[in-house]
């Protein structure tokens, strides 16, 4: 059954790193456009940054813009979400997104930023 599954999540002081993973199974990221999401306690889910798979552009929503950056290794099937200078408000459940044909989310994985 295709999927995708993330991780890399955790607890980070503010101005900290972390690098999310998103793996997909039975299906290939080249031909998907490949995005992450997050969604705060209260908050809508928000569109973080995307990657399309016919000419590689991304998008970032401008509160990380700078400081996130998004990057596909197709031949591993995984997308990555580096995130530098974290801050607090950066705090959210994190969420990969694959969209062409069809449209698969992950489980999530959770993001603290906290000190």
């Known amino acids: 059954q295709a999927r995708v599954e993330e991780s890399g999540g955790g607890l980070v002081q503010p101005g900290g790193s972390l690098r999310l993973s998103c793996v997909a199974s039975e299906f290939t990221t080249a031909t998907y456009d490949m995005s992450w999401y997050r969604q705060a306690p209260g908050r809508e889910r928000e569109l973080v940054a995307s990657?399309?798979?016919?000419?590689?552009?991304?998008h970032y929503v401008d509160s990380v813009k700078g400081r996130f950056t998004i990057s596909r290794d197709d031949g591993w099937n995984t997308v990555y979400l580096q995130m530098n200078d974290l801050k607090p408000e950066d705090t959210a459940v994190y969420y990969c997104h694959a969209h062409r044909r069809f449209t698969y989310w992950g489980q999530g994985t959770q993001v603290t930023v906290s000190s």
């Open positions: 990657s399309a798979f016919v000419d590689g552009k991304t």
